[in-house]
């Protein structure tokens, strides 16, 4: 059986002996500058095209590459949380390069794998955190 110490933080308890607690901030880069440019060859992703609480994008999204107004232009393999009604739970990881609402935190995975990231901003503990602070 693995051994197990206390995490220190309470509604986490105990976890295993070898693992670190750390913020989230010392994990992921946001990346928040905003753009007005228009390069119709960059796809757009808004909050609108993201299913809540699953990971991914709706069935029906199809690529928009004719979006203007103010986009964060983000990374393969960025993580995408939509922080408007962070209580719908609308994350993904970016499959490409493109541009995105500005509604989103657009977090670039530095100390942490992307989809681990993914899985735990869509955690309901996460989006409650998230909900009750804004």
């Not at 753009?35 to 119709?40: G, L, P, R």
């Not at 964060?72 to 209580?87: E, Q, T, V």
Request: aromatic content about 10%; glycine content about 6%; charged content about 30%.
């Amino acid at each position: 059986m693995r051994e197990m110490r206390d995490s220190g933080i309470e509604w986490i308890g105990e976890i295993p002996k070898d693992w670190d607690t750390t913020k989230l901030k010392y994990l992921v880069q946001l990346r928040n500058e905003k753009t007005k440019e228009n390069n119709s060859e960059i796809p757009y992703i808004g909050l609108e095209h993201v299913a809540p609480e699953v990971g991914s994008l709706m069935e029906s999204y199809v690529p928009i590459t004719d979006f203007t107004g103010d986009t964060i232009d983000y990374k393969k393999g960025d993580i995408l949380f939509g922080k408007l009604r962070p209580y719908l739970a609308k994350a993904i990881e970016a499959e490409c390069d493109g541009r995105c609402s500005s509604e989103f935190w657009v977090m670039e995975p530095k100390k942490i794998i992307g989809r681990f990231l993914l899985y735990s901003v869509l955690s309901n503990h996460f989006v409650a955190c998230i909900n009750h602070s804004t």
